[in-house]
């Protein structure tokens, strides 16, 4: 807040129209998805005329749908444990230590969020190829897990730098050895971290399109079976499914957000 | 109970701890544990080596690994190989790309496209990010911002399904247009750059927000003010002050949208139309026929990432010398 608010009041008002003609234009486009998944014909485009939940009783009546959610939600909590296995080592690794090749280390570990969507998911397909993986479940799952480790590394080592050093140092001082100072010290400190990372890898995969298709067998995942249903045509029944999946995940995202405030608050 | 605890935290474990109930305790106390332990904790080096030693090996095989066998995989004539046939080593792969249109026509219009629609996110998104970081209260700037970010838990495929239904011929804008009499018939907004970029600033603005609001939120406001006194307007504020001081924002959030917006598949082909092909579809289309074309694929992939990074990294450097000519 400015001290002389009357200085720049003209900006503040020129500015503020801005910020929420942007904020119409991140939330109407996704507002009119989910009002035509209630539209009462078949034909997308406005004006709607008469609503219907039809859409939504024949999305959960379809057991292709259901089973794709499953399988999704799978995937994304497999690859994030995975994720949060590694860069949580990582980040311990990382963090506060002086090594030669530790820039190169940070280098490599952030590489896999840099890599362009389209070139990431071709490397992983060729490298999943190499290594003998089919595509298929466990491709997916293994493509999501090294893709998010650069972001649960990031949060973890941002936590990480806060945590006072004479904790550990009491700890071993009492005859604590490294692994037990670490799970008993460490972890415990850094679950905020970890849980907010989680809740970010889980989104991640759940709604990563270009590495689920490219690394996907048979079975679609969400993202995967919207693309295919869009390529033969809109129908209300996709907006269902894809209002489905957003109610989900921005609950998610927006319960994650509150929770991480909460521990940090607490902290 | 009586240990040298000097001597436990030079690795030379003295007494055990006295027995204790918990996991952790009842773990530490039984044998084999403490001697794998001792083993591992011998010296500091060692110490280290076991630390080490997974996540150096797991970015090795996983980070770079896959990046490594797809330069391979370009560089040579068949993939996979056939059985008694010999895998010989080729540039041939990088030949094709310069060899005709098709091919290098979506690749510089990816990169334009990119730059465009990276330098729309910026000067869209700017604006913003000042508002929150300059014009609402300290309380406030959590919810203002809170409010960006919950569109951005949507995932891409759903998005961009929603940009799809503003801008059909049937849809919301063309529909308010009609009914303020402005147009008789819709305007074929879609499949065009048009709709590709709304489509991508739509997803990308979230990346290059984040970056400015802080680099924005760091700027001291006593700045501003004493500008203002000075007699500076609005717009020489901005560009002496809030420009040059949030460089590096810029610069990061830049990077980071390029990269993102190089890498789109799935929505230039839901919003994009055939005068848009991007070069993310002509890579995918070498890998969803025989895998004899898996090289020329792996090459091509090749070939935009190396563009993207050489690009960004020369952005990078005029930003920084940018950033230097200033304060001198």
């Keep these: ?267 | 109970m009586t240990y040298d605890a000097s001597a436990e935290r030079e690795g030379r474990p003295g007494a055990r701890p006295a027995a204790d109930p918990t996991f952790w305790g009842r773990l530490t106390g039984w044998g084999p544990y403490h001697v794998l332990m001792r083993i591992a904790t011998a010296s500091p080096r060692r110490q280290f080596a076991i630390l080490a030693a997974f996540p150096i090996l797991w970015v090795l095989t996983q980070h770079l690994g896959p990046m490594l066998q797809m330069l391979r995989v370009s560089l040579t004539d068949a993939y996979p190989v056939a059985p008694g046939v010999e895998q010989s080593f080729t540039l041939e792969n990088y030949a094709r790309f310069f060899g005709d249109s098709i091919f290098w026509m979506p690749f510089f219009r990816t990169l334009t496209f990119a730059a465009v629609f990276t330098f729309c996110t910026l000067v869209i998104t700017y604006p913003v990010a000042y508002f929150l970081a300059r014009h609402v209260s300290r309380r406030n700037q959590m919810l203002f911002l809170l409010l960006l970010l919950i569109p951005f838990w949507v995932g891409e495929i759903v998005r961009t399904y929603a940009i799809m239904i503003l801008l059909g011929n049937t849809g919301a804008v063309n529909m308010v247009l009609r009914f303020f009499g402005l147009i008789d018939r819709p305007i074929p907004f879609m499949y065009t750059s048009f709709s590709m970029g709304v489509g991508i600033v739509y997803l990308t603005a979230l990346y290059m927000l984040l970056p400015l609001y802080s680099a924005l939120e760091k700027l001291p406001k006593s700045m501003n003010e004493a500008a203002a006194d000075l007699g500076a307007g609005a717009w020489t504020r901005f560009r002496r002050i809030s420009l040059p001081m949030t460089i590096e924002g810029i610069s990061s959030g830049c990077t980071l949208v390029f990269l993102i917006s190089t890498g789109f598949y799935a929505t230039p082909i839901l919003l994009g139309g055939p005068s848009t092909t991007v070069f993310a579809e002509t890579i995918a289309g070498f890998f969803h026929v025989a895998g004899d074309e898996w090289p020329t694929g792996a090459a091509f992939a090749t070939i935009m990432f190396a563009a993207a990074l050489v690009i960004t990294a020369a952005f990078q450097r005029l930003m920084n010398a940018l950033r230097k000519g200033d304060r001198t």
């Design chain 1, 1 to 267: 807040m400015n001290n002389r608010p009357e200085l720049f009041r003209g900006n503040r008002i020129f500015l503020a129209c801005i910020y929420w003609a942007f904020v119409l234009y991140v939330f109407v486009p996704l507002i009119l998805m989910v009002l035509m998944g209630f539209k009462d014909s078949k034909f997308i485009g406005f004006p709607i005329r008469s609503w219907t939940l039809d859409w939504y009783t024949g999305v959960f009546a379809d057991a292709e749908v259901i089973s794709t959610f499953g399988y999704s939600v799978a995937i994304a909590v497999l690859s994030t444990l995975i994720s949060i296995f590694v860069g949580t080592w990582i980040a311990v690794l990382l963090e506060g230590r002086k090594f030669t090749g530790r820039g190169v280390t940070f280098g490599l570990t952030v590489l896999p969020a840099l890599v362009p969507g389209i070139i990431s998911a071709i490397a992983f397909r060729i490298y999943a190829r190499y290594l003998g993986i089919e595509p298929g479940m466990g491709a997916i799952i293994w493509a999501h897990a090294v893709h998010n480790v650069p972001f649960v590394v990031l949060v973890v080592m941002a936590r990480l730098s806060t945590l006072p050093k004479s904790q550990i140092e009491a700890a071993r001082d009492l005859g604590a050895d490294p692994l037990v100072a670490f799970m008993r010290i460490t972890l415990p400190y850094l679950v905020p971290a970890i849980l907010g990372a989680s809740i970010f890898c889980l989104l991640l995969s759940f709604d990563d399109f270009v590495r689920s298709f490219f690394l996907g067998g048979y079975d679609p995942t969400l993202p995967v079976l919207i693309f295919a249903k869009l390529r033969s045509g809109m129908s209300p029944e996709i907006n269902a499914i894809a209002t489905v999946a957003l109610v989900l995940t921005a609950a998610i995202g927006i319960w994650a957000e509150r929770f991480t405030r909460r521990m940090n608050k607490e902290n």
